[in-house]
């Protein structure tokens, strides 16, 4: 089992608004190969699958908004780390015995400097109708969405590896109840998981091109009886693209399915089972091999900590976290490039938000800047392409709030922004460049991208120190030169 350790020092470680842009018209979509048609009929309502601050001044908006839009048309490592030494809790709280003022005297006081404020931004319209499961595919060129409202929903496919983005609605004969999912993949189709008359049902969605004008095409792909069963849902997209997995949640153990890819190219296919009810699911590398998933062992002592399951093997499963003999333990976010890993833990005390790197010796760290949102923010993406530089990874993040956090641990320093007006489901993508892209419909803007950039912390500056003043000598005694 991999343990972490407590680091002394006081902290706990373990071992803008969216603008209303103008587009061309909506282009086609691609072509993508037809394939059987239908759906089954007598779809039943099921219950929506289970879902995966004061502190700090909100820093000044200094990144860089801007806004594209269009139309509608083998076993597991160590789990460690932290790369910098950084002094969380070695210090008392800002507040005992007062900050530093500049000119007060004391050589090597750093206070930061003074940063202009930003011109404010243009108002943009109300948010528009209520829209949920937005996807992103793993290379981030497609998306995936339940358009509509109330009992008219129907699947929508976004494109976003082009100039602009648009958007293809891929709608069926009977419109989609509000608990399906979806899944983008990087080919171009649009998994959907239904659930039909005591089973799940699955199926890829494509526009079909037909020479009749614009139609949806259907391709099954099988389903999972429903008995026994408390919840079946899809997991985040396959690092490949081409792959995607669900988790069904039974009684005493949680089955992980195939249901696209080489291993499902007969239909949906059980993989194995993990002891205990698991939720969230984080791929670990790049090749899809090794899945983290946060298990809570109903048997035992009922806690909550990641184990990781090697999908390419014998379906091993092995323990990956466990911070504190006592601790609830989770993994948010990974980047297999860097390592860098985000985890939430009750280890220091309470629910905070911590970093580590895969592998590393070093211990996680909690850092300060992230403590008054520990308990509820969610991290949704982190910069890709920073190999061996978790420090250098900018991390996105949905604060309790509603608005979005922009963090690096190089930086020590969290940056809080408003959400985007029509932001879609609290998730986003980072390109390597450092630009993170925000999702947002609206209703004059149906399909819409805000590009953010992490701003830069404000620099320190050294006060000197004031030399003492030198007491007046009256001109009596003041001594004479030269006598």
């Known amino acids: ?246 988790l069904a949640v039974g009684r005493d153990s949680t089955e992980i399915w195939c249901l696209t890819g080489e291993a499902a190219a007969d239909g949906p296919r059980r993989l194995t089972a993990v002891p205990g009810d698991c939720a969230g699911g984080i791929w670990l590398d790049r090749a899809g091999r090794t899945l983290a998933l946060d298990r809570t062992d109903r048997q035992g002592d009922g806690r909550t900590r990641t184990v990781a399951v090697d999908l390419a093997g014998e379906a091993e499963t092995a323990p990956l976290l466990q911070i504190g003999e006592d601790s609830e333990d989770r993994l948010l976010l990974a980047d297999p490039d860097s390592g860098l890993l985000l985890i939430r833990s009750d280890a220091p005390g309470e629910p905070r938000l911590g970093w580590g790197v895969l592998g590393s010796p070093r211990p996680v760290r909690f850092p300060e800047c992230l403590r008054p949102v520990g308990a509820d923010a969610v991290p949704f993406a982190v910069q890709p392409g920073q190999v061996l ?28 922004l408003g959400a985007p007006a029509g932001w879609l489901g609290g998730t986003g993508l980072w390109t390597r460049e450092g630009v993170l892209r925000l999702p947002y419909a609206l209703p004059g803007a149906a399909c819409g991208v805000v590009r953010l950039t992490v701003p830069q912390v404000p620099p320190e500056v050294r006060v000197a120190a004031v030399a003492a003043a030198t007491r007046p000598v009256p001109l009596q005694q003041a001594p004479l030169a030269g006598r």
Do not use: N
């Not at 004969?173 to 089973?199: F, K, M, N, W, Y």
């Not at 095409?217 to 693209?241: K, T």
């Not at 420090?391 to 809080?416: N, Q």
């Open 1 to 246: 089992m991999t343990t972490c350790a407590i680091e002394p020092g006081g902290t706990a470680a373990p071992a803008g608004p969216a603008p209303r842009p103008e587009g061309p018209e909506e282009p086609a979509g691609p072509r993508d190969p037809a394939g059987p048609e239908g759906r089954p009929e007598g779809r039943s309502d099921g219950s929506a699958p289970d879902a995966a601050g004061a502190g700090e001044s909100p820093a000044p908006e200094t990144g860089a908004v801007a806004a594209e839009g269009s139309r509608t048309a083998p076993g597991p490592p160590a789990v460690d780390g932290d790369a910098e030494a950084e002094a969380d809790g070695q210090a008392g709280p800002e507040g005992e015995g007062g900050p530093v003022a500049p000119g007060a005297g004391i050589e090597g006081a750093a206070v930061p400097a003074a940063v202009p404020a930003p011109p404010p931004l243009p108002p943009v319209p109300a948010p528009g109708p209520e829209f949920t499961g937005f996807a992103l595919a793993a290379d981030g060129s497609y998306a995936a969405r339940l358009a509509g409202e109330g009992e008219a929903r129907y699947p929508e496919r976004w494109t976003l590896d082009g100039p602009e983005p648009y958007a293809v609605p891929l709608p069926m004969e009977q419109p989609e109840e509000a608990d399906s999912e979806l899944l983008a993949l990087a080919d171009g189709r649009v998994l959907i998981h239904r659930r039909v008359a005591g089973r799940h049902l699955f199926a890829l969605l494509y526009p079909s091109g037909a020479a009749g004008g614009p139609r949806t095409g259907e391709l099954a792909l099988g389903g999972i009886e429903a008995a026994g069963l408390s919840r079946v849902r899809l997991l985040p997209p396959a690092p490949d693209g081409r792959s995607s997995y669900a």
């Open 389 to 416: 530089m978790p420090e250098g990874c900018a991390v996105a993040m949905r604060l309790g709030d509603g608005g979005v956090g922009l963090w690096r641990p190089v930086d020590k320093h969290l940056f809080r």
